[in-house]
């Protein structure tokens, strides 16, 4: 068995931090090759791509911003889920517990909040025609006094099950999820961060896939531990067998397909990447990513990304398993990458900006109309990085299409409207979401608590 890194860190601390040496590894590499360049095509017929909204009071404070590597100002997730008979769900944390907010397909309030007491964070949703399953994190007893990751049911405003993945007997927790919760019409898939508590993995962050039953019951598959540390993830349903899914690993420097605690030395690379502390660009799914697969089978993946001048294994490690990567830029540039089936990674990602002086974060991708992608991200002018880490001026959320072979389909278009978490697609294709109704400012680090709102704003987008 491979083991894990001794360390007792992970994302949300207050210090950037480099990886110790220690146990998963990589097969296959990019070495020195970052990115193919994206053409400018764009489509003759302009897509009308500015959102309509509508507001939705909310029953509570919404702390809308939370502190990243090193006080980065990270937006705070929301996720919105659309059932099979169209109806919305949004999730968002208060005080009081996370809420999970009824909208008609229209994204107006259907009925009251659901507050699931006791849950520390959104990691995922999944809605239902009479609910809802949420991925949240919850009180629990354990060496590290930290809270335990717990997929939670309701069904007609009444809890169902509440079904806990760490635990004693399996000697982990999640003090943070940055998680993803999928469901394909029979189980649930939750794939999100943990942290040993005994056994091999003991005081190190790893990561962990479990599957449920429609009832709550753990089903066999997934794994107990993969990628070491998981800076990010992405996770896609698949009707049968297991599901298809994504990490940025810092030690083992990059973006991969992730099969658990094998996957140092079986796993495609999507993407060679540095990922100390914040280099990755930020995690999966909040932050930076998402994961679309086609109608044909291939899959595309969007992230932020600073690509690799060189990458090669460190000679430090005595495992012969890590790697080191040197960035081509100082500043995340967005990319997206193509895996034509899930067992395999691309030979190169695809560069979609280019302005070395420009930092690029909350990058999403989402299926647009039969054969495009909605491509988006934040844009800071004057970036200055330190550490991981980059502040600048916001200068706009910028959408574009692209097609799946990574060219642009659309102009340019910069709209007021934020993407701060999860899209759902509706039947119709059209995309929708929820977000706080805020300016961003990246000029400084987040100290203090998170400012609130009580009011989000529902985002609508046709094809």
């Known amino acids: 068995m491979t083991s894990a890194r001794r360390t007792t860190r992970h994302r949300r601390i207050r210090a950037a931090r480099k990886p110790a040496i220690g146990a998963l590894a990589a ?34 404070k919404f702390p809308y911003l939370s502190a990243g590597y090193n006080n980065t100002r990270e937006w705070t997730r929301t996720t919105t889920a659309v059932a099979p008979d169209g109806t919305l769900r949004v999730a968002w944390p208060a005080a009081d517990g996370v809420h999970v907010t009824p909208l008609t397909a229209a994204g107006k309030r259907s009925g009251a909040d659901t507050v699931v007491k006791g849950a520390r964070e959104v990691g995922g949703l999944v809605a239902h025609n009479d609910g809802f399953a949420l991925l ?31 635990g004693t007997a399996s000697h982990d927790t999640a003090p943070l999820l940055d998680g993803q919760l999928t469901w394909n019409g029979t189980k649930y898939g939750a794939y999100f961060v943990v942290h040993g508590a005994g056994g091999f993995a003991d005081g190190h962050y790893g990561d962990k896939l479990t599957y449920l039953s429609a009832k709550g019951t753990k089903l066999s598959g997934g794994w107990s531990w993969g990628c070491s540390h998981n800076e990010g993830i992405a996770l896609h349903a698949e009707t049968s067998g297991a599901f298809t899914s994504l990490c940025f690993d810092d ?31 930020g995690t999966f799914p909040g932050r930076t990513g998402d994961l679309v697969k086609s109608s044909t089978g291939r899959y595309a993946t969007a992230f932020a990304s600073r690509g690799a001048a060189s990458a090669k294994k460190n000679p430090d490690d005595s495992s012969g398993r890590g790697w080191t990567v040197e960035p081509k830029t100082s500043t995340h540039q967005v990319a997206v990458a193509f895996m034509k089936n899930r067992a395999s990674g691309p030979g190169k990602a695809v560069r979609l900006t280019h302005a070395a002086g420009t930092e690029n974060v909350d990058v999403h991708l989402a299926p647009y109309g039969k054969d495009r992608l909605l491509l988006s991200w934040e844009s800071l002018k004057n970036a200055k990085c330190a550490e991981g880490t980059c502040t600048g001026t916001f200068t706009g959320t910028h959408l574009r299409l692209i097609d799946w072979n990574g060219t642009f389909r659309s102009a340019d278009k910069v709209v007021s409207t934020r993407i701060t978490g999860d899209l759902a697609v509706l039947r119709d294709g059209t995309l929708t979401w929820a977000y706080a109704p805020v300016t961003p400012t990246y000029t400084k680090a987040l100290t203090g608590a998170s400012p609130t709102t009580t009011t989000l704003r529902i985002a609508r987008l046709e094809p």
């Open 27 to 60: 097969a296959g590499v990019l070495a020195g090759a970052w990115y193919a360049t994206a053409g400018a095509a764009t489509t003759t017929a302009a897509p009308n791509l500015t959102p309509t909204t509508t507001a939705v009071a909310l029953d509570a």
């Open 136 to 166: 949240t994190r919850v009180l629990d007893t354990n060496k590290w006094k930290e809270t335990a990751a717990a997929i939670v049911r309701y069904t007609d405003g009444r809890q169902t099950f509440r079904t806990k993945l760490t």
């Open 251 to 281: 030690w083992r420097s990059g973006l991969f397909v992730t099969t658990g605690i094998g996957a140092p030395d079986t796993a495609p690379v999507v993407q060679r990447e540095q990922c100390w502390a914040g280099y990755c660009g």
